[in-house]
Structures are given as C-alpha cells and as structure tokens.
C-alpha cells in the first residue's frame, strides 16, 4: 500500500500518533523516538509534524513492531508473508531457491510503469541539502543522517538498475557520502564504474512504497529487481519516472529524490555514527556523493528510523528478510523447517535452524553448504536443532544445543561458530511416563496439595 494510505491506516487504529510540537532534529526527535519505542507494545509510528524544525515532517517506527511491518507488506502477519514466497517458489521452475525467486520477478506483469506527473516532482528545488531533514541520533555523531534511503545506481554495462539501503551522512549543502559495503548492489556498481574512470549517477529516494523501502534493506540475490520484489509483494505495479539530472529511473510515489554523482575515487571520511552494535562507527573513506538536483511533493513526509542496540524499528525490516530467507532454505534444504534470529543479534547472523529427520551426517552436510553460499554464509553463529522444539524458545534451545554438545559437532572456522546440535534421542530424554501421571492426577486432593 502507499506510505500516505499506510500512515492513514495507523493513525486510524491509534497506531500512529502526531507531534505537534517543534523538536530539534539534533538528539531531541531520535531520543524521543527511543523513549516512546521502549513500551512494552513497541510504541506507536510517530510523525513529527513540524519536520523537526524543517518544514518536512518526518516519520519515525513506521516498522516498529512486527504487526506494523507486515502491515507495511500487505499481510496479516510475518508468518503469512513466509509462507506466501514459499508456496510462490514452489510454482516456478528453477535449479536452485535464486533461479526460483529470479523467475517468479521476471513477470512482465510486475514491470514498472512510468508516470510522467508524479508526485515527487511537485516541487522542483534547488539542489541544497539543508532542506533535508537529516537527523543526528546520538550524541558523539557530528553529522546529520538520513536512516531509511533508497539508493538506485546502475551497472555500467548492462544498465541493469539496483536500489539497496546504505547510510548516507549530509556533510554540506551540496556533498553527502554514502556508505556501500564492497558486496553491497551499489558497491559493486561503484566499483565498475570506477575502472572505467567515470562517474557514477546516483539517486536517493525519500519514502515510496513501504514494500519499496523493505525491498532495498532486503538480501536479495543479484538481479532480483527491487522494484518488482516490491510490485510482488504489494501486488502494486511500481510508478516511477525519469530523473531530472541523471540517466536513471526513481519512484514516482518518493516523497524527496536527491540526484546526483559520485566521481571515480572521491571519498569523504564519515563522521561517527551509532549503529545497531550499541557503539560508533565511521567508514573513514566513504564515496563522496555530489548533489546535482532536488524535487520532492508539496508536503514531504521523510521516513527514518533510529538505529542502536536492539530492539530497534530495523530488526522488524530484518525479521521480514528473515521470512523470505527461510522461503528460500527451505527450497534450497528440504529438511530445513524453521529459522529463527534473534533481534539482538540479527544483522550478525545467529540463526537458529530447526531441521526435520535429520538422519546421520545430514546436519554437517547443511552446516557445509550453508557456509559454502548464500546469505548465512558469514553468519557468525548456526545453530542447527531438531524441529521437535520450538527455536524461538531460548531456554529450549539452550539446554537442547549446549547440554548434549558432541564435541565432534561444533566447528569454528574464521571465528565463525557452527553447532549441529540436531538427532537427540529424544527416547532418552528425562520424562514421566503417562501412566505415571495419571495416577498422581487421580491421587492428587490426597497428597493435600490443593
Ligand atoms: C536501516 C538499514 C541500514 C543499512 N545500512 C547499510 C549501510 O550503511 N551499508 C550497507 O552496505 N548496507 C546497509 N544495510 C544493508 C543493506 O541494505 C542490505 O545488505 C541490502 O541487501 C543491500 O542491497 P543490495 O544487495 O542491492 O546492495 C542497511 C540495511 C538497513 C535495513
């Protein structure tokens, strides 16, 4: 659904509520946002009207529980939406869970369209940044951030568009940097148009498509399109429209594009910025990004998202990346059930893996392939269980994944942890029998305890 019919829906169900008052975007809107998003519920979306002393209003914990985040996706729940790329995957063809989910995006049907008024050109800005309404979160950051960007490049030689989510921090009026890793889609576009000495255009959009912004945070194989991933999931065909300063295409329904180019080896140092560790980071040769053009609507709502220690709104983004990762293990590992990584540590990777009839050496055999490929492969913790319990339970998996420890079974390699902690005998295991219980059932008033 659109991020306006979202925000509506929300307030509507008292899940969203407005902040009138002017909030300073240094410290004060992030340090509300933490406060409000510790209730036991997650806290409520807040839109901050008076744009934190811009006059664009920004949106913080849009995704800050799991409910709102399959909401967000046009489904009743985290479960459902699993379930739906599985039984979709399930009905293409291909030779492994990539081939699949490439297939089941290269509908024609899910092909964006282009809407030559959209509403992210109402207003035709000039290219300054200091209109954004950049946030500083915590307090050792000395540069303002934009948390929730979608950022399009394109590869050089193919012209195959990506959109992924990587900080950007606005240093000045007219320069930002942005912070891809090497493996990002975005990296590896740099990169390429680095070796052949040319700049790279790049465009940021601001809000869009809830399942837009998702898609972009998402470990989407190479080549799946984030714009159809998005059009899939929201069963919404994406707009998008022509950039005004660079060759390439953005969404129509953003509310802010920021256009613009990074030139070959250009690099800026980043300030600090507290991350979802719980301590600062700074990439120290960060991609300096040069502003060329700036539209946005006529009331731009900027979506952001405070990143910290968990549980923070981006470990609900995760927990639908979660889904859509178990879809495909399960394609890709038959015997794979459940999957299960906790909020603390989800952007590392501890995955617990429940698994069913595991037979002799089959665990290992998964440990080896999980580590060999894919998005678990630097994961820091596997831990494979039987599917008889439910992973979700710490102290379950605790007592089944450490207490029966066979040695031969843990590997570390790199520093990276892998247990299959899977084939308990659960014959063995410590339990009354029934004909026990019934009788202390029938028995019990005797004993006098109640
Ligand atoms: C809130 C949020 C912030 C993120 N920040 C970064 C970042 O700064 N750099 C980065 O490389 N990845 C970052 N990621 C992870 C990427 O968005 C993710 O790996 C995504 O799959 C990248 O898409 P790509 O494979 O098309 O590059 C972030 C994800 C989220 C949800």
């Known amino acids: 659904m659109p991020l306006r019919t979202l925000i509506n829906e929300l307030e509507t169900d008292h899940k969203l509520r407005r902040i009138a008052a002017r909030v300073s975007p240094e410290l004060e809107l992030a340090?509300?946002?933490?406060?409000?998003?510790?209730?036991?519920?997650?806290?409520?979306?807040?839109?901050?009207?008076?744009?934190?002393?811009?006059?664009?209003?920004?949106?913080t914990n849009l995704f800050g529980t799991e409910e709102?985040?399959?909401?967000?996706?046009?489904?009743?729940?985290?479960?459902?939406?699993?379930?739906?790329?599985?039984?979709?995957?399930?009905?293409?063809?291909?030779?492994?869970?990539?081939?699949?989910?490439?297939?089941?995006?290269?509908?024609?049907?899910?092909?964006?369209?282009?809407?030559?008024?959209?509403?992210?050109?109402?207003?035709?800005?000039?290219?300054?940044?200091?209109?954004?309404?950049?946030?500083?979160f915590w307090p050792q950051e000395t540069v303002p951030s934009l948390t929730l960007p979608l950022v399009f490049t394109t590869d050089p030689d193919t012209g195959q568009q990506n959109c992924g989510m990587y900080r950007v921090q606005i240093h000045d009026s007219d320069s930002a940097t942005i912070n891809f890793s090497g493996q990002s889609g975005g990296g590896r576009h740099l990169q390429a148009w680095r070796e052949k000495n040319l700049p790279m255009p790049v465009a940021i959009a601001l809000g869009g498509d809830p399942a837009l912004i998702w898609a972009a945070?998402?470990?989407?194989?190479?080549?799946?399109?984030?714009?159809?991933?998005?059009?899939?999931?929201?069963?919404r065909i994406q707009t998008v429209t022509c950039g005004l300063s660079q060759p390439l295409l953005v969404p129509a329904e953003a509310e802010i594009v920021i256009e613009g180019v990074i030139h070959p080896g250009e690099t800026r140092a980043e300030g600090l910025f507290g991350n979802h560790t719980g301590g600062y980071v700074a990439n120290p040769a960060a991609p300096l990004f040069r502003i060329t053009?700036?539209?946005?609507?006529?009331?731009?709502?900027?979506?952001?998202?405070?990143?910290?220690?968990?549980?923070?709104?981006?470990?609900?983004?995760?927990?639908?990346?979660?889904?859509?990762?178990?879809?495909?293990?399960?394609?890709?590992?038959?015997?794979?059930?459940?999957?299960?990584?906790?909020?603390?540590?989800?952007?590392?990777?501890?995955?617990?893996?429940?698994?069913?009839?595991?037979k002799e050496g089959q665990g290992?055999?998964?440990?080896?392939?999980?580590?060999?490929?894919?998005?678990?492969?630097?994961?820091?913790?596997?831990?494979?269980?039987?599917?008889d319990i439910d992973i979700r339970n710490?102290?379950?998996?605790?007592?089944?994944?450490?207490?029966?420890?066979?040695?031969?079974?843990?590997?570390?390699?790199?520093?990276?942890?892998?247990?299959?902690?899977?084939?308990?005998?659960?014959?063995?295991?410590?339990?009354?029998?029934?004909?026990?219980?019934?009788?202390?059932?029938?028995?019990?008033?005797?004993?006098?305890?109640?």
Not at 85 to 103: K, M, P, W, Y
Not at 396 to 420: C, H, K, P
């Open 293 to 358: 053009s700036i539209s946005h609507r006529a009331d731009p709502i900027c979506p952001a998202t405070l990143v910290g220690t968990p549980p923070k709104e981006d470990c609900y983004l995760a927990k639908a990346s979660e889904q859509l990762l178990l879809a495909m293990l399960k394609i890709a590992h038959p015997p794979v059930r459940d999957l299960h990584m906790p909020l603390e540590t989800i952007f590392h990777g501890c995955a617990l893996i429940g698994v069913e009839d595991s």
């Open 31 to 59: 340090a509300i946002t933490e406060r409000s998003g510790k209730a036991s519920d997650g806290g409520p979306a807040l839109l901050f009207e008076q744009g934190a002393g811009h006059r664009f209003c920004v949106v």
């Open 394 to 450: 710490p102290s379950l998996s605790y007592w089944r994944a450490i207490n029966q420890l066979d040695e031969s079974r843990v590997f570390i390699e790199q520093g990276r942890i892998s247990i299959d902690a899977t084939g308990i005998d659960t014959t063995r295991l410590v339990e009354h029998e029934r004909v026990t219980l019934e009788l202390i059932s029938r028995r019990w008033s005797e004993y006098g305890l109640g």
């Open 364 to 387: 290992i055999e998964l440990l080896q392939a999980l580590r060999s490929s894919g998005p678990l492969q630097r994961a820091k913790l596997l831990i494979l269980l039987d599917s």
């Open 217 to 235: 945070g998402a470990p989407l194989p190479q080549e799946c399109d984030e714009l159809h991933m998005a059009a899939w999931v929201s069963g």
């Open 68 to 136: 709102r985040t399959a909401l967000a996706l046009g489904e009743s729940s985290l479960r459902a939406f699993g379930k739906r790329i599985h039984a979709s995957l399930l009905a293409v063809t291909g030779q492994s869970a990539d081939e699949r989910l490439r297939a089941l995006l290269a509908a024609d049907t899910l092909q964006p369209v282009v809407n030559h008024r959209p509403p992210c050109r109402e207003i035709i800005a000039p290219p300054d940044l200091s209109v954004i309404p950049a946030l500083t």
